[in-house]
Structure formats: structure tokens, C-alpha cells
């Protein structure tokens, strides 16, 4: 793509300028046997490595803007070919996501890693829909932190042998919505990355994690409030116990089970 018109003519003008203000100071050295030490002198030195470096700038914001319209194009063209039912890492699809997958650590309520290394997959439906979700969020100033995403359906069995609660760990008889690849767990983090209070912690087991639960400060009802509002616009559902657990609506006729294990590098 080439520069837009007045990109070419703040070009232009700044080249113009320069060239004047270098040529003033080659008449003046020319003038006199004596070094170009006078403060004129030294003021139109001073201007002309203030324009050159704010060209310099100015052609830098170009760039930057050039890569990034040429990535949201390329993001754009991946999406319309992704096929819904593929499971997709949603970090190739938008830079800006943040991990915070805990069933790769130690920190989550097993008190042991069942992931082989911290990737967050989920179906092509589920991604496109999340990006938009974020990209909703971003406007009121957050974005989406994800805990946990597609989980493989043998991490399902290991989760079940560890705590073989219903209320809290699906049975792998069944499955979770979590093995098909069509549930995430997330929160909200400002964009400067800075934590969002929601009240509990992830995986916290009482019910002050519960959507109804309102014994909570304004902001972080508030929080949950934003949260789940754009969630839900964008076609995820709640359950009852876990402010962080969303299930996308589509998943019982589209997604199935699946036993897919990332990669690590």
C-alpha cells in the first residue's frame, strides 16, 4: 500500500525545511574564518536535529501503523478461512491475549501441573467470538485473562481421580464442555496489564464465587457485572457456582469430545 497524500506532503515540507536551515548554516560558516560557533548558529543546529528526529518519528508511526493494518488484515483473511469446528490456539489469532493457564503450574486447587505447557485452544467458533469479545472490552479499557481453555478428555480422568467432586470436577463419563474445545475460564486484566479485583480467586469453592452471590464491593460487582455482559452478548453462558467459567451455547450439537494434546516447544 503506498502513503496517504498528506503523509507525502509532511515529507516534503520537513526535507524542505531541513535543506534551509542546513544551507543558513553552510553561509554561515562560509562568512567567517572562524568555527560556526555563535548561539544563531548553534539554534539552527539544534532545530534541524529537532525536525530530522521528529521525521524520523513521524516515519516510524508510519511503519507501525503499516504492520499493524497489514496483521488485522492477515488475522482477518485466517478467520474467514478457519473452519468452526477446528481447534485453534487462540494466541496465533490475536498477540494481545493473555495466559495465566493455572492447571499448567502447580497454583490451582489439584495442587499439581496436568498440562504439559501453558497453550489455549479452543474451536474456530469459539475463537472468533472471543475476539470479539475482547475487542468489546478493550473500548472500556480490559481485556480477557484466560485460566483455562480446551482441556484433553485423559486430563479430564486425572483431574476426576484427584478430586472426584461433580459439584466442582465433571465426570469424564460425561465430559466437560471444557474437553470439546467450547469452554474458556477467564477474568478481566486492565490493558496495562494491571489485575481486575472479581472477589474470589480462581477455583475458589464457596459461594462468594457464585453469580448470584452480591455480598461483594461495588467494583467488583461491577467487574462481573462487564464480564458477563459481554460474554454473554457474544453467545456464552454461565453456571451457577464459578464467576470465571463460560460456556460457548453452540457446543452440545456442533463440538465433541476430543483428546488432543498440544505441542511444547
Known amino acids: 500500500?503506498?502513503?496517504?497524500?498528506?503523509?507525502?506532503?509532511?515529507?516534503?515540507?520537513?526535507?524542505?525545511?531541513?535543506?534551509?536551515i542546513l544551507s543558513a548554516v553552510l553561509l554561515c560558516s562560509c562568512q567567517s574564518n572562524a568555527p560556526v560557533t555563535s548561539n544563531s548558529s548553534k539554534l539552527l543546529l539544534e532545530k534541524s536535529r529537532k525536525i530530522k528526529a521528529l521525521g524520523e518519528a513521524s516515519s516510524t508511526r508510519r511503519a507501525r501503523r503499516q504492520d499493524s493494518l497489514s496483521e488485522r488484515i492477515k488475522q482477518q483473511e485466517y478467520l474467514t478461512r478457519l473452519s468452526d469446528t477446528s481447534l485453534v490456539n487462540i494466541k496465533q489469532l490475536a498477540s494481545g491475549i493473555v495466559l495465566d493457564l493455572k492447571y499448567a503450574t502447580v497454583d490451582n486447587f489439584l495442587k499439581t501441573a496436568v498440562y504439559p505447557c501453558a497453550k489455549c485452544y479452543v474451536r474456530g467458533a469459539v475463537a472468533?467470538?472471543?475476539?470479539?469479545?475482547?475487542?468489546?472490552?478493550?473500548?472500556?479499557?480490559?481485556?480477557?485473562?484466560?485460566?483455562?481453555?480446551?482441556?484433553p478428555h485423559d486430563v479430564q480422568k486425572k483431574m476426576w481421580k484427584i478430586v472426584s467432586d461433580p459439584g466442582y470436577v465433571a465426570d469424564p463419563k460425561g465430559g466437560s464442555v471444557h474437553n470439546k474445545g467450547a469452554a474458556v475460564d477467564v477474568t478481566l486484566v486492565r490493558l496495562n496489564g494491571a489485575?481486575?479485583?472479581?472477589?474470589?480467586?480462581?477455583?475458589?469453592?464457596?459461594?462468594?464465587?457464585?453469580?448470584?452471590?452480591?455480598?461483594?464491593?461495588?467494583d467488583v460487582l461491577n467487574h462481573r457485572k462487564i464480564l458477563r455482559k459481554v460474554m454473554?452478548?457474544?453467545?456464552?453462558?454461565?453456571?451457577?457456582?464459578?464467576?470465571?467459567?463460560?460456556?460457548?451455547?453452540?457446543?452440545?450439537?456442533?463440538?465433541?469430545?476430543?483428546?488432543?494434546?498440544?505441542e511444547c516447544e
Open 195 to 218: 489485575a481486575v479485583d472479581m472477589g474470589t480467586p480462581f477455583d475458589y469453592f464457596g459461594k462468594k464465587a457464585h453469580h448470584s452471590y452480591r455480598k461483594l464491593s461495588k
Open 1 to 20: 500500500m503506498g502513503f496517504k497524500n498528506e503523509d507525502m506532503k509532511s515529507g516534503v515540507l520537513v526535507y524542505t525545511v531541513l535543506c534551509g
Open 128 to 151: 472468533k467470538a472471543l475476539l470479539k469479545v475482547n475487542e468489546e472490552l478493550a473500548r472500556v479499557g480490559y481485556t480477557l485473562q484466560f485460566y483455562d481453555c480446551y482441556r
Open 232 to 262: 454473554e452478548k457474544y453467545g456464552f453462558g454461565t453456571i451457577r457456582k464459578e464467576w470465571w467459567h463460560y460456556n460457548f451455547k453452540k457446543t452440545r450439537k456442533q463440538f465433541k469430545m476430543s483428546n488432543f494434546v498440544w
